[in-house]
C-alpha cells in the first residue's frame, strides 16, 4: 500500500483486495467496468456481452495504465494467452489503434469518452469491475478538513452514479 501525505490528510491507491490496515477504513464511490472495446464492423458488434475466451487469436493492444492486471488475471482464468500486438500507455493512442483497426481492446468505461466515434464499448461476462473509494484514517482520528472532503466526495459519486 502506498500512501502519500498532504498535510493535514492522507490519501492512498490501494487494489481492492489488499488489506487496510488498522486505523484506516476504506469508502467505496464508484464502481468502473472493464468493457472490450472493438471498432466499427468488428464481429463483436453483432454480439453482447463478450466473454474474455473469445479473445482468442484476436489481435489485442493492451493499456498499460495500471488495468492490466485484472484483465492478465481474467486471462488465467480463462486458460488464455492474450495475442498481444501493441502495448501503450496512453488511453488516446489505444483508442486511435482501435479506431484504426490494428486491434481490439479492453479499457475502463471512464476511460472512454462517451462522445468516442469509430469504437464501440461492449460488455464483459462475466463482468469485470473496478472499484473506486478512498482510504482515509477511521472517523474518530481523521481531521476536519479530510472529513468534509469525505462527505463531499461521497455526495458528488452518490449524485452521478
Do not use: W
Not at 36 to 44: D, S
Not at 72 to 91: M, T
Not at 123 to 147: E, F, N, T, Y
Amino acid at each position: 500500500m502506498n500512501f502519500h501525505t498532504i498535510k493535514p490528510c492522507t490519501y492512498s491507491y490501494l487494489r481492492c483486495t489488499s488489506k487496510i490496515s488498522n486505523g484506516f477504513e476504506s469508502i467505496a464511490l464508484l464502481k468502473d467496468p472493464l468493457s472490450a472495446v472493438v471498432y466499427a464492423g468488428h464481429p463483436f458488434t453483432e454480439k453482447s456481452p463478450v466473454t474474455i475466451a473469445e479473445f482468442e487469436g484476436e489481435s489485442f493492444i493492451m493499456l498499460q495504465s495500471g488495468c492490466e492486471v485484472f484483465i492478465e488475471d481474467e486471462c488465467r482464468k480463462a486458460g488464455l494467452s492474450l495475442s498481444i500486438s501493441y502495448n501503450s500507455k496512453e488511453n488516446e493512442t489505444v483508442l486511435s489503434m482501435v479506431k484504426g483497426k490494428l486491434g481490439i481492446s479492453i479499457m475502463l468505461n471512464l476511460l472512454v469518452s462517451k462522445r468516442e466515434s469509430h469504437v464501440h464499448l461492449l460488455p464483459l461476462h462475466p463482468p469485470v469491475v473496478r472499484h473506486l473509494g478512498l482510504i482515509v484514517k477511521s472517523s474518530d482520528k481523521i481531521m476536519p478538513l479530510a472529513k468534509e472532503f469525505v462527505k463531499i466526495a461521497k455526495e458528488h459519486f452518490s449524485n452521478n452514479n
